[in-house]
Nanobody, 123 residues
Framework: QLVESGGDLVQAGGSLRLSCKVS????????IGWFRQAPGKEREGVSC???????YYQGYVKDRFTISRDNAQNTVYLQMNTLKSEDTAVYYC???????????????????WGKGTQVTVSS
């Protein structure tokens, strides 16, 4: 089970931290990633982190977003700073087993998904 939280309405330039709590799995090699889907658009990968700590960011969020994980809490975070109106979307976390390449993981072929959390950035 993956449960996202932390979405909210925020003004442009503001910050949010999203959390993805993961439970019910045995953690072999895996990728946990953050994805987003804006109205009328396809879901896209934002940032992914592997079980060995490797990280990938999409270019448009690099230097603004930071992904991290707390293994003791089985939680992955996405710190989002300097938010823009184009960051408005439903943010999902996903889990993929079987490899540790976060760039491949961020293509979106995940084994499990959360239900999402809404992020709205007002301009």
């Amino acid at each position: 089970q993956l449960v996202e939280s932390g979405g909210d309405l925020v003004q442009a330039g503001g910050s949010l931290r999203l959390s993805c709590k993961v439970s019910g799995f045995t953690f072999d090699e895996h990728i946990i990633g953050w994805f987003r889907q804006a109205p009328g658009k396809e879901r896209e990968g934002v940032s992914c982190i592997s079980s060995d700590g490797s990280i990938y960011y999409q270019g448009y969020v690099k230097d603004r977003f930071t992904i991290s994980r707390d293994n003791a809490q089985n939680t992955v975070y996405l710190q989002m700073n300097t938010l823009k109106s184009e960051d408005t979307a439903v943010y999902y976390c996903g889990l993929e087993f079987g490899h540790t390449n976060p760039k491949i993981g961020c293509r979106g072929d995940m084994d499990y998904w959360g239900k999402g959390t809404q992020v709205t950035v007002s301009s």
